[in-house]
């Protein structure tokens, strides 16, 4: 195997990709909150550093309305197809704070795992991927493939400015197929490739009741609530069987096929060994459906965070005059992202109690569900890497999370995309104590190198 | 009259009211708050020496669990009666802050009103009392009663424990009636005495699915939601009339007799000019029953907090862990709410969804219900008080909020309250940007004045 040098090239530099990635993970780029908007900067520029410093050409920082989308590329293989390797610098924001065991954004070595927000998603995964470019040239003067990089800083607040981005640079993006990693292997030791993705939609609904808080004794059982308003609506929502509520939203839902329930029974799942990982006694799954099903090829709806009223210790008897609750739909299939938002909107403004105004807030932009076939070479050649670092056959999966870029590269660019599994779905993405193990990492590394190898062997 | 004296003191001496007033307004004391614990002390220690500077006697701080207790009396009248007066020096906390258009700590005058926390609940109507004493003491030398002064700093955290002190002090206290003003007139320009206060029950419920925060991509749809879970318990505790749904709720609750129902009809109350106060283009009243009979004669339920998720600004799409809200219950007649605490506690239990574990907190102290006999001669010596003050007939009225100690005193001590309101319903007690205009200040203490000396003619 030609892949052999660089390898060898990870395993001698393991520390120095270690402490490179580290330095990354000091940066906290969040993107949704405005005070951080200098450290997404300064990400941005980090990482095109990374680049340049790993042999990748024309590095450019192109700014956008709000966070700059970085990329690169090397494009030496006339004979050999053009991957475009997609991720994001961007991360989720770190509360609720006071339960990280570490700093979070002070990556710290425990028991083996890496333990840093932004660590698994998705910072330490497009790392590796860069990475394993860097030890492709370092150690024998090329690549096998054509690879062009484009990294945003958006994708945790759903990608604004990326689509437009894709719109007008589309000569600088023209490749055969696309790679991301932005999506959990299936388990431990257990290497997937992801062939589909959930869409997703998000709202935030404002509640108001009086013009100012009131007390609760003197206008109890007279003034409208807020709170108890967006407990309705957030009721209502959803039936008995956990089946979402809002008119026609199932329309654009295909049937599950029994081939495809077959094959989803035949993975290696249990249900009971999940609700023990999350710790819980019962899971909300819709009916008839199983828990793997429900993840990966049914819509949902999840209230994502509420508040309202006195919520600091001890007892403050008042009636707010407002609260308010941020509302996330996760969609499959042909569900449309602005048709549904539409429909929800319309549908949670009917179920308002009288007494109450609600205002809904729906620019957070949105994404589309989007499936690449398992027979793609790209899946293939993604499932022999994956076999031959982990010693192990890789499955094919679905993924119950958004990336939105996936479905707007098909229909901007016509390419289909690869979602290649590095981390773990036990890593706490999104939650506390984000984690990515040494393990994953060294492991994530020599997949990309293997993986660049094989595409490469591809004929253009 | 006799009063003239103490009245002309008052008006020389208006600007030196409002500067004590406003000493006591920039302490906050915040009772629910440990961080606020020295605070809350400090608040004691200036009342005592307030009540040291105006002739009161015997004035002691008295150390409880969690904050002291100021007593104070003048007895030298030995034919007339003996009148506790009630207040409380401790505020609610001034959150949500930002919404306050001046510091809460800091009192300030904007058109006629006095702004800060804790002027109308319940420094500026305990001060109007005991500066009504020192304007007899000085201007006559001698107060037409006896009174002793209890003035606690818990209140506003159900007074858990003022009921102690009182059993362990029954006869520092004994008295022929009690006085307090810690509720509004029935508006501007309608004076009234309040003979029924509502009871206070009050909860903190915690929800926990699993054991750390989820991404809700990859678990949205089989993840139990405790958002969601306390949306369905709170929106399952009201029926579609606004009846409490907690099993035995109403068997203690009087039915209004048509005689009760054709007085509160003929009180000067517009439900058009309430809506209007409040802003709302509908009241959330229990089906049958008008807004008047809601507020005073009717038990309520209403949520005063809930947090749960990611509430900052921006989407994250994350299933919490863990969310909370605080509920409190508004009681009337023979409602006990250590038996309607217990079955709501239990109901709340039933109802939580599978895959969800509750944890409720219920020692926030509470309040029974209380009533005083509209003939009671303290009733008609604050009626005539209040005529000769703002020159109109002073009506009856019920209140809606809750007093623990009124129902407190008649089982221990045996007496009766009358209850004087001296701000007004606008006053925003409880919510930012609380006030008492100038003029009910002045009224309050002239009021008084009038009171001490109406009630020191009923024969002891």
Chains 1, 2 share one sequence.
Not at 105 to 125: C, H, L, W, Y
Not at 155 to 172: D, H, R, T, Y
Not at 237 to 263: C, E, H, M, W
Request: with cysteine; charged share 20%; hydrophobic share 35%.
């Amino acid at each position: 195997m030609t892949s052999i040098a660089p390898l060898d090239w990870l395993k001698s530099n393991s520390e120095e990709s270690l402490n490179e990635l580290k330095e990354l993970l000091r940066i906290p780029s969040v993107s949704t909150q405005p005070a951080r908007k200098k450290d997404v900067q300064r990400c941005a520029e980090s990482v095109s550093q990374l680049l340049t410093r790993f042999g990748l050409e024309k590095v450019t920082i192109h700014p956008t309305k709000l966070h700059p989308v970085v990329t690169a590329e090397w494009c030496h293989q006339p004979n050999a197809p053009t991957i475009l390797l997609y991720g994001h610098y961007d991360v989720q924001p770190e509360t609720p704070v006071e339960l990280w065991n570490t700093p979070p954004f002070e990556p710290t070595i425990i028991g083996g795992q890496i333990i840093a927000r932004g660590v698994s998603d998705n910072k330490g995964m497009i790392f590796a991927h860069i990475k394993a470019i860097q030890a492709w040239l370092e150690s024998t003067g090329s690549l096998p493939v054509n690879v062009k990089v484009i990294i945003e800083g958006e994708e945790e607040i759903g990608s604004p400015n990326l689509i437009p981005f894709v719109e007008a640079n589309q000569k600088l993006l023209e490749a055969d197929m696309c790679l991301i990693s932005d999506n959990p292997m299936f388990a431990k030791d257990t290497p997937s490739v992801c062939t589909s993705l959930r869409g997703l939609g998000y709202m935030e609904i404002e509640a108001t009741g009086a013009n100012s808080d009131l007390h609760s004794g003197q206008h109890g059982g007279t003034a409208p609530n807020p709170i108890h308003a967006l407990a309705s609506i957030l009721t209502q929502l959803k039936d008995q069987n956990n089946r979402i509520t809002i008119p026609g939203f199932y329309d654009n839902v295909a049937r599950l096929s029994s081939a495809q329930k077959k094959a989803f029974s035949q993975l290696p799942y249990s249900t009971d060994k999940y609700k023990e990982q999350l710790g819980v006694s019962d899971l909300w799954c819709e009916t008839d459906y199983s828990p793997l099903e429900c993840m990966w090829t049914r819509p949902t709806l999840d209230c994502n965070g509420i508040f309202g009223g006195y919520t600091d210790e001890g007892a403050k008897t008042v009636i707010p005059a407002k609260a308010s609750m941020k509302v996330s739909m996760r969609l499959v299939d042909d569900q449309d992202p602005v048709t549904i938002m539409k429909e929800a909107k319309s549908y949670i403004h009917k179920l308002c109690p009288s007494g109450i105004t609600l205002s809904i807030q729906d620019d957070f932009g949105y994404s589309n569900p989007a499936s690449t076939d398992p027979a793609h070479p790209a899946v293939q050649a993604a499932l022999k890497a994956l076999k031959d670092t982990f010693g192990k056959n890789a499955l094919l999966q679905g993924e119950g999370g958004s990336i939105p870029i996936v479905s707007e590269l098909k229909r901007i660019l016509g390419i289909d995309t690869v979602l290649i599994g590095m981390n773990l779905p036990e890593d706490k993405i999104h939650a506390p104590n984000e984690q990515l193990s040494l393990d994953n990492f060294q492991k994530g590394m020599e997949t990309s190198v293997r993986f660049w190898e094989n595409i490469g062997m591809i004929p253009d």
